[in-house]
C-alpha cells in the first residue's frame, strides 16, 4: 500500500489475503515416488520436499480451508486439491502450475476418489457418485451435463468422514457418526449399518486387504477382518488410555499405526499384535500418513507440527512447525527486532513466535514451565493461560502476563514476568517474576522511548503501575531488575488499558466512560477525555502522531473517537462496530478493523482514505503494524486463529518517516522538554528560535511535564548559544532594567511579540541575556 501521495491511495488498490490458519492437520498427501509431501494450512496447500524438508512452493489459489488432497486417479501427475466452499482445482505436480477448476457450488465436508469415480460429501449430508473424468478439458460443462442427468444420491446421517475401499472393480463407501457404522454399495445403496456401544473417534480402511479399523473414546481399538462379508469378525487391542484421534494402516495392510492424547505414536503388527513406540512425540496426534513405498510416516499433532519418521526405526527425518492451535486465542503482539508475531496462549502457558513472511514458527517459549500432566477421567483441568504479553520497540525487553482461575479452589493465580532478548540464543531469558501486581492484570504496554525503558500496567481493581529499570552498577543490561516506579489510580472502577505516547511524556489510561491523561515522570492527573460516545467499554486506545499534533484514538462497540490532546477537545468521531486501531511510529495513518470493516485515515481528518470490506467471516480479535520502510504491513487475527495481512496488490509500501532519524516526537516544544531522553535533531537553521516555539508559552498545562523538570533546560536552551544569538539580525535596542521591575520586562515581551521584528516570524530573545547579565542573575543548578 503506498501512502506516500494520499491522494493515489485508493481501495483497488488493496488486497487481504491470509497468511496462515492453524489447520495444517486437513490433508497430507504424498506424492507417488514419495519425495514430495502435500499439507493443506487453511485456504494454501504447502509442498515440502523429503529429503530437505524445505517448503518448495505454496498454493494460494483456494478462497477457503482445504479439506482433502489426492492425486489425480486418472493422471499421476496431478493434484486435486478440494476446499468447503465446493471448489475442486486440479495442479500439475511436477512444475506446480493451475491447470483448471470445477465448482461444485455446495459445501463440501468429504471427497475421494478413484480411477472411475469420484464420490463427495455434501454439507447437507448428501453423498454423490461422479465420473473421475469430469477433472479435465472442460470439466464444468461435462459436470453440468452429468447433473442433468440426475446422478444417485444418497444421504449419510451426519457423517462427515467418507472413505473409499475398491475390490475386485466394486467400489464400497464407509461413513460414520460416532456410533454408527455405515457401509454402502456402488450404487450407493446400504449395504451394512452398525451401531457400536462406544462412540467412534477414527476410522481408516487398508488399500489392498478388505480389512477395517476404528478407534473409540475408550482407548480401544477394533480391527474388523473382511469387512465386506458382513461378519463381525474383530480383533481388539488396547493400550491408549484416552480417546484414539488417528489411525492408519501401511500399504499392504500388514503394520496399524495408532496415536491420540498421549502424544505417543504406537506401530502394531497386525497379526502378531506386536508394538513399537515413538513417544514424546510433542503433542495430541491428529493425522496419521504413511508414505507410498512404506519409507517414512508423517504425523500432524493438535499444535500443528508435522513430523516425518523413517519407518524401520521411528527416528525423526524432519520436522516442519506452523501456527500452533489453541482454543484461547487471546491477541498477537508485534516484535519489530525479529520481524515477527508473537501470539499469547498456544498452548496454554506457551507463547510462539511466528515469521508471517517466511510463514513459518520462528521458536516457543514455555512462560509458566509447568508439568503438563494427563487429565483424570471427565475432569476439566484449569490451565494457566498468557493473558497479555508487550515488547518493547527495540524487541530486547518483553513482559508477560499469566493467570489461572480454579473455581474449585476460588484462588486466581496471576504473575508477571519480565525478559530480555539473548542475542547468542536468539530467544527470551526470564530476568524476574512479579506475583499479583493486581487483581486482574487488563493490559501492559511499552513505552516506544528505546534509550531508558517504561512500562506501564493496569488492572480490574482500578490502579496502573509505572515500572521502570532499577538504578544498579551492573554493566551488563541484561541483569538490571525492574522496580515499580509508582503508581496511581482515578476511579475504583475497571483500568482497561493503558498506552504511552509517543514521547513517553504521557501516559493515558482507559476506564469504562473516560480516558485520564497522566505525566510520566512526576505521575500527576492532567486531564480528562470524554465523549459522548463513551457509553461502552473501550475497545482500543493508541496515541496517534499525524504532522505536529498529537492524537488519541479509541474505539467503543460502535464506534471511533478521535482527541486532540493539546485542546483535549474530540477531533472527529466515526460509527464502526467492534474496531481495533493500530497505529505505528513509522507512518501517520492509522488502521481501524473490525469484524466486516477496514478504515484506513489520517486523525486529522474526518473522513477515512479508505474503506473497504474485510471479507473475513469470523471474529477480529486484535491488530497490530509490523516492520518498517517497505515493510510496513497491517496484521490482524481473528477467533479462529487466522493471520491475514493488509497489503498492495504489487508490493508492502506505507508511508514512512525519515527511519535515519532517532525516535523522537515531532512536538512543537520538544526540544526544550526531551532532555537527555532523546538524541536532538540536526538544525540546519542557526537560528534558535521561531514564532512557532512560543506555543510553549500558550499550550495547556496539561500536556506539559512539572515545571522543575523542563524549566532547566528552558533557561539553558535560552543562554547556551550565545554566539548565535548575537549573529541573528540586526542588534536589538539596550536597555536597563531592574531586576526588580517586572512591568518593564512584560512591556517589552510584547512589544517583541507584536510582529515589530525586522524579520518576519523571527523572535528576538537576545534581550534574555542582558536582563539576565545586568541584573545579576544567577543560575544554581
Not at 508511508?655 to 536532538?680: A, E, H, M, R, V
Not at 530573545?765 to 544554581?780: H, M
Request: charged share 20%; glycine share 4%; net charge negative.
Amino acid at each position: 500500500m503506498s501512502f506516500s501521495d494520499s491522494q493515489t491511495l485508493t481501495a483497488s488498490k488493496l488486497a487481504i489475503s491470509l497468511v496462515t490458519g492453524n489447520n495444517l492437520a486437513n490433508s497430507v498427501l504424498w506424492s507417488h515416488d514419495d519425495t514430495k509431501i502435500f499439507t493443506s494450512n487453511g485456504p494454501h496447500i504447502l509442498v515440502f520436499d523429503t529429503e530437505s524438508g524445505a517448503i518448495i512452493h505454496r498454493f494460494t489459489r483456494h478462497n477457503d480451508d482445504v479439506i482433502a488432497l489426492i492425486v489425480n486417479p486418472s493422471n499421476s501427475q496431478q493434484l486435486l486439491s478440494t476446499s468447503i466452499d465446493g471448489i475442486t482445482h486440479v495442479w500439475d505436480i511436477n512444475d506446480f502450475s493451475y491447470l483448471l477448476s470445477i465448482d461444485f457450488t455446495r459445501k463440501i465436508h468429504a471427497f475421494t476418489s478413484n480411477k472411475d469415480s469420484t464420490y463427495i460429501l455434501f454439507g447437507n449430508g448428501d453423498v454423490m457418485k461422479f465420473p473421475t473424468k469430469i477433472f479435465s478439458n472442460h470439466g464444468q460443462e461435462k459436470l453440468r451435463k452429468y447433473l442433468d442427468s440426475k446422478p444417485p444420491t444418497f444421504t449419510s446421517r451426519n457423517s462427515q468422514i467418507l472413505l473409499l475401499y475398491t475390490n475386485q472393480g466394486r467400489d464400497y463407501l464407509i461413513t460414520y457418526d460416532q456410533k454408527n457404522l455405515v457401509i454402502f454399495t456402488t450404487h450407493l445403496q446400504e449395504l451394512h449399518c452398525y451401531e457400536k456401544s462406544h462412540p467412534i473417534t477414527c476410522i481408516t480402511v487398508s488399500v489392498n486387504t478388505p480389512t477395517l479399523a476404528y478407534g473409540s473414546v475408550s482407548g480401544r481399538i477394533y480391527i474388523w477382518h473382511n469387512f465386506i462379508s458382513g461378519d463381525e469378525n474383530i480383533t481388539r487391542l488396547h493400550w491408549h488410555s484416552h480417546s484414539v484421534l488417528s489411525l492408519a494402516f501401511n500399504c499392504d495392510g500388514t503394520y496399524l499405526m495408532s496415536g491420540g492424547e498421549e502424544s505417543v505414536l504406537v506401530v502394531w503388527q497386525v497379526d502378531t499384535l506386536k508394538r513399537q513406540f515413538r513417544p514424546r512425540i510433542g503433542g495430541e496426534i491428529r493425522g496419521i500418513v504413511p508414505s507410498n513405498t512404506d519409507q517414512y510416516i508423517s504425523v500432524v499433532t493438535s499444535d500443528n507440527v508435522m513430523k516425518v519418521f523413517n519407518s524401520s526405526n521411528l527416528e525423526l527425518a524432519f520436522i516442519s512447525k506452523n501456527l500452533k492451535y489453541t482454543p484461547w486465542p487471546f491477541g498477537m503482539t508485534p516484535c519489530q527486532n525479529l520481524d515477527s508475531l508473537v501470539l499469547h496462549s498456544s498452548p496454554p502457558g506457551w507463547i510462539q513466535v511466528y515469521h508471517p513472511v517466511y510463514q513459518t514458527r520462528q521458536f516457543d517459549i514455555d512462560v509458566t514451565t509447568l508439568n503438563v500432566v494427563s487429565r483424570p477421567q471427565q475432569v476439566q483441568l484449569n490451565y494457566m493461560l498468557v493473558t497479555h504479553v508487550a515488547i518493547s520497540n527495540d524487541g530486547l525487553w518483553m513482559i508477560t502476563c499469566e493467570s489461572r482461575y480454579d473455581k474449585r479452589e476460588a484462588f486466581r493465580e496471576l504473575r508477571l514476568r519480565f525478559w530480555y532478548y539473548n542475542t547468542t540464543d536468539k530467544s527470551y531469558e526470564q530476568i524476574m517474576c512479579v506475583d499479583r501486581p493486581h487483581r486482574a492484570v487488563c493490559m501492559i504496554s511499552f513505552s516506544p522511548v528505546v534509550s531508558d525503558p517504561i512500562c506501564a500496567s493496569c488492572g480490574e481493581e482500578g490502579d496502573f503501575r509505572i515500572w521502570t529499570l532499577a538504578e544498579g552498577k551492573i554493566a551488563d543490561f541484561s541483569s538490571r531488575l525492574w522496580q515499580c516506579y509508582a503508581t496511581n489510580s482515578l476511579f475504583n472502577s475497571k483500568a482497561s488499558h493503558c498506552v504511552f505516547s509517543p514521547d513517553a511524556a504521557l501516559l493515558a489510561v482507559a476506564y469504562k466512560n473516560c480516558i485520564s491523561i497522566w505525566n510520566t515522570e512526576t505521575v500527576e492527573h492532567k486531564h480528562n477525555l470524554e465523549a459522548e460516545q463513551l457509553r461502552d467499554d473501550i475497545r482500543s486506545l493508541v496515541f496517534s502522531y499525524s504532522g505536529k499534533d498529537s492524537y488519541v484514538l479509541a474505539s467503543t462497540m460502535d464506534s471511533i473517537i478521535v482527541w486532540d490532546v493539546f485542546t483535549c477537545v474530540v477531533k472527529w468521531t466515526c460509527t464502526i462496530g467492534n474496531a481495533f486501531i493500530c497505529t505505528s511510529l513509522h507512518t501517520q495513518f492509522a488502521v481501524a478493523i473490525s469484524n466486516d470493516d477496514i478504515l484506513v485515515f489520517d486523525p486529522e481528518v474526518e473522513k477515512p482514505i479508505i474503506e473497504l470490506n474485510t471479507g473475513v467471516k469470523s471474529k477480529v480479535i486484535d491488530a497490530c503494524f509490523l516492520g518498517q520502510g517497505s515493510t510496513l504491513a497491517v496484521y490482524f487475527l481473528t477467533e479462529k486463529q487466522q493471520i491475514f495481512c493488509l497489503h498492495d496488490v504489487n508490493e508492502l509500501d506505507f508511508k514512512t518517516k525519515n527511519n535515519n532519524l532517532p525516535l523522537k516526537p515531532d512536538g512543537l516544544f520538544s526540544d526544550l522538554l526531551i532532555g537527555p531522553t532523546y538524541t536532538p535533531y540536526v538544525v540546519e537553521d542557526t537560528r534558535l528560535f521561531k514564532k512557532a516555539d512560543l506555543s510553549i508559552f500558550t499550550t495547556p498545562c496539561h500536556v506539559l511535564p512539572a515545571t522543575k523538570s523542563y524549566a532547566w533546560n528552558v533557561i539553558s536552551a535560552f543562554l547556551q548559544q550565545r554566539d548565535s544569538i548575537e549573529d541573528i539580525g540586526p542588534k536589538t535596542e539596550e536597555i536597563q532594567v531592574d531586576s526588580m521591575d517586572t512591568d518593564q520586562v512584560d512591556r517589552y515581551v510584547e512589544h517583541k511579540m507584536s510582529g515589530d521584528s525586522e524579520e518576519d516570524g523571527i523572535i528576538d530573545f537576545s534581550w534574555l541575556d542582558s536582563f539576565f547579565r545586568s541584573s545579576e542573575f544567577v543560575l544554581k543548578t
